[in-house]
């Protein structure tokens, strides 16, 4: 009972992690974990900043990219939910969590229209892609 205890806690953990205080800590105003939906069950998600999203999205917003940076946008309520309305630069980064698993994004969104640009290199949002797929993988025990 125990380590379903300290599970459950760690998942909880790990996506407000994610979530929350990611966005805190880049200095943006949402972020979000973009799961696609597909024929697979996803495990109950009921929180904050995860978004299920048709499947295929990831693909048509990224366009074989590892990431993406846009500026002067207006935010997608497909993505950032009712954050979308303060979205002007947004990063999308693909997480390859688990081959059973369905496509998901990092999205990350500010207010600053020029927070992100197209022209930016986008190195480090890969690599707290990668890092974020690890912690995925323990949350989901693949």
């Known amino acids: 009972n125990s380590r379903i205890f300290f599970l459950c806690c760690w ?26 939906s597909n024929e697979l069950s996803l495990p109950q998600i009921s929180q904050h900043g995860v978004r299920v999203v048709a499947q295929g999205t990831c693909d048509a917003w990224l366009q074989n990219k590892a990431a993406r940076l846009d500026g002067s946008i207006a935010g997608d309520p497909q993505l950032f939910g009712p954050a979308a309305d303060l979205v ?18 990092l999205v990350l969104g500010s207010r600053n229209p020029e927070m992100f640009d197209p022209g930016q290199g986008s190195e480090l949002a890969q690599f707290l892609g990668r890092v974020i797929e690890r912690q995925l993988r323990i949350w989901l025990d693949v």
């Open 88 to 105: 002007q630069s947004q990063v999308l980064v693909r997480l390859d969590i688990d081959p059973r698993m369905p496509d998901a994004m």
């Open 11 to 36: 998942r909880n953990f790990t996506i407000n992690a994610m979530t929350t205080d990611l966005a805190v800590l880049l200095d943006v105003d949402a972020a979000v974990l973009a799961v696609e």
